[in-house]
């Protein structure tokens, strides 16, 4: 197919020959129509934020002609096309008689996650305009998938309130069409489903898991009481599915009912992390800290009682799963919240998060990327790419990317639980992150 006009962030290719009419296509950010075997993905918000005088913001739509916002940016928007050639064709004067059309957009999700259904949204499709190889065809303003309801919920000068009718009075102006305002952020998890509707006809089209990681997750006692109660850890890990659906990862975690402490681990004042590193460790061409570690520490990640048994051999551990231990808090460091720590720290215990009581629901994800990146002991933050100066404490300064200062692995903390939420406290991760995950293939499996 030829490209007919670039236009709105889209190379727009001449729509497919002979297409029936009254066909739905999901459309990727270079206007190519998804095939059976193609998907949707959940938007990074790669180019949706600005910095102005030390405070993070949306960035606005760029000038006429192009009009492009955040949205008609992302790396993983698409629009619904849809082709209704006599409505399309009629005209009254040479003047369109059916200048837009209308269609509902929901999604739905798989069980355990069907919490992430988002309602029929309706939204407006606007003629597409003639000669420019779509006659016939109508589109949508770009629409993104989202994981969270903060960013579910977000409206703004582009984009309508969560859930309501496009509003004719309010038009985004790109290129020469005009889309109304309307709702165009999708709240969806891994495997689900967006549904397109015209009429009778409907377009499904989904979004795939890519990859799996699996958790084995330790609740001790002390005193036989739970450092943390086991619904709160559920509800890290549901955070943390949120987090890693951006880079296409599903979490698969197994939440064990609280347990003792082993012997020879007390923590009544909490866990002796580690002593001082002992060694450089070079892996991958990167060079490492190999931490000494405590013998509490050697106690608790020695038991066998709290390992996932490697299926090959029960008297090992599973070295494919990220085993997790919540321990209430570290000795003499009451301001670490957790610890992850790859194998190529603990190359005899395999990854590992070492995690306090924390309330924070970003914490989990945060520690277990370290662990994914197994990079986590790294001597400098230069090391990855990250200049110093990113944290957004030290703003302004640094030549950091807007987008820095909402990542999981440079902010850390949970900021996505400050009030009201919103995509400017939401945590996310990037594409580079998603390429340096992908690479752990003994960690970050392919769907069985």
């Known amino acids: 197919m030829s490209k007919t006009d670039v236009g709105v962030g889209f190379v727009r290719v001449d729509a497919p020959a002979n ?48 009009g492009r916002d955040f949205i008609d940016r992302d790396n993983d928007r698409f629009n619904i096309r849809i082709k209704d050639a006599a409505k399309w064709g009629a005209k009254t004067a040479g003047t369109p008689d059916n200048p837009t059309i209308t269609i509902t957009l929901k999604t739905t999700n798989v069980a355990g996650y069907t919490a992430y259904n988002d309602d029929e949204t309706t939204i407006t499709l606007t003629r597409m305009k003639d000669d420019i190889g779509w006659n016939g065809w109508y589109w949508s303003d770009s629409q993104i998938l989202v994981s969270n309801e903060a960013d579910d919920k977000y409206q703004g000068a582009n984009v309508g309130a969560d859930d309501t009718a496009p509003d004719a009075t309010k ?54 009481v739970a450092v943390i109660a086991k619904a709160d850890v559920e509800k890290q890990v549901a955070r943390m599915n949120e987090v ?104 005899l215990w395999g990854d590992t998060v070492l995690m306090s009581s924390t309330q924070e629901q970003t914490v989990l994800a945060h520690e277990a990327f370290h662990v994914i990146e197994n990079i986590g002991m790294l001597k400098t933050l230069a090391d990855i790419g990250i200049d110093p100066t990113h944290y957004p404490n030290n703003l302004p300064g640094g030549t950091f990317r807007p987008v820095d200062r909402v990542n999981l692995m440079v902010t850390g903390r949970g900021q996505i639980m400050l009030d009201p939420p919103s995509p400017l406290n939401s945590i996310r991760l990037d594409a580079d992150q998603q390429n340096r995950a992908y690479a752990r293939t003994d960690l970050v499996k392919d769907p069985t």
């Open 19 to 66: 297409t029936p009419d009254l066909t739905i296509a999901f459309t990727d950010k270079d206007g190519n129509i998804l095939g059976a075997n193609q998907y949707l993905r959940v938007a990074k918000w790669n180019d949706a934020f600005q910095v102005v005088n030390g405070r993070l913001g949306i960035k606005g739509p760029e000038a006429l002609p192009d």
């Open 171 to 224: 038009l985004n102006d790109k290129a020469g069409h005009k889309f109304q305002l309307s709702d165009r952020t999708h709240r969806i998890a891994l495997e689900g489903t967006v549904t397109a509707k015209y009429g009778a006809a409907e377009k499904p089209i989904t979004v795939k898991k890519e990859k799996v990681v699996k958790l084995h997750v330790n609740i001790l006692q002390n005193n036989n």
């Open 244 to 347: 890693y659906a951006q880079v296409g990862i599903r979490v698969d975690a197994t939440i064990n009912s609280p347990v003792n402490a082993p012997n020879n681990v007390n923590l009544n004042d909490g866990l002796d992390l580690n002593a001082p590193p002992v060694a450089d460790v070079v892996r991958l061409g990167q060079t490492y800290k190999q931490g000494g570690r405590s013998a509490e520490q050697v106690a608790l990640l020695s038991a066998p009682g709290l390992w996932a048994k490697d299926p090959a051999n029960a008297n090992k551990k599973d070295l494919s799963i990220i085993h997790v231990y919540y321990i209430g808090s570290f000795t003499n460091r009451p301001g670490v919240l957790g610890a992850g720590l790859p194998s190529s720290y603990e190359p």
